[in-house]
T-cell receptor, first 114, second 112 residues
Framework: SAVISQKPSRDICQRGTSLTIQCQVD?????MFWYRQQPGQSLTLIAT?????????ESGFVIDKFPISRPNLTFSTLTVSNLSPEDSSIYLC???????????FGQGTRLTVV | DAKTTQPPSMDCAEGRAANLPCNHS???????VYWYRQIHSQGPQYIIH???NNETNEMASLIITEDRKSSTLILPHATLRDTAVYYC?????????????FGAGTRLFVKA
């Protein structure tokens, strides 16, 4: 299994600012995933972060708004830029286990934009 | 990844079995059925997964139809703490590098 630590667990930010979320895994993993969960909704995949290459973004998400870093095999950051109230959501990181096992999720970062 | 269809919500009496259905009629031969749940905006929690055989663990049982086009997650003795959103997901499982895509899920209410 993998243990994922996300920081911060929650934050309140002013519109127009940015928030950087950190995700630390207790083992080396090839791929890390970032999700957004808007209030009352399911999880939506933002991007896949690979070490040593640019992140791959899903439709509707762009690098300028959600820049991602992946400096090594145990760590990634997601920045939510130029915040607006519509960005108020829970952001989660996830890693994939070995083949034929499950994915593991952090506990999420609850962002409120005021 | 194949798409899944789940009822938006279900009720279950405490102590009774909760049977959560999932349709995945376009599942491919190398795609597994995974179930996760999310309790009150915590991170999703893995429950169980299977390819074509029925599976059981300490949390639940997974029944997959012979044609693999649908499955049922069974919580044998539901408790109030099982109230959560349950997600049925199909994805390639026997190799790495595949993302997990969530549908809308089923909101299960366990009532005393």
């Amino acid at each position: 299994s993998a243990v994922i630590s996300q920081k911060p667990s929650r934050d309140i930010c002013q519109r127009g600012t940015s928030l950087t979320i950190q995700c630390q895994v207790d083992s080396q993993v090839t791929m890390m995933f970032w999700y957004r969960q808007q209030p009352g909704q399911s999880l939506t995949l933002i991007a896949t972060a690979n070490q040593g290459s640019e992140a791959t973004y899903e439709s509707g998400f762009v690098i300028d708004k959600f820049p991602i870093s992946r400096p090594n095999l145990t760590f990634s950051t997601l920045t939510v830029s130029n915040l607006s109230p519509e960005d108020s959501s829970i952001y989660l990181c996830s890693v994939e286990g070995p083949p034929n096992t499950e994915a593991f999720f952090g506990q999420g970062t609850r962002l409120t934009v005021v | 990844d194949a798409k899944t269809t789940q009822p938006p919500s279900m009720d279950c009496a405490e102590g009774r079995a909760a049977n959560l259905p999932c349709n995945h009629s376009t599942i491919s031969g190398n795609e597994y059925v995974y179930w996760y749940r999310q309790i009150h905006s915590q991170g999703p929690q893995y429950i169980i997964h299977g390819l074509k055989n029925n599976e059981t663990n300490e949390m639940a049982s997974l029944i997959i139809t012979e044609d693999r086009k649908s499955s049922t997650l069974i919580l044998p003795h539901a408790t109030l703490r099982d109230t959560a959103v349950y997600y049925c997901i199909v994805r390639v499982g026997d190799t790495g590098g595949f993302k997990t895509i969530f549908g809308a899920g089923t909101r299960l209410f366990v009532k005393a």
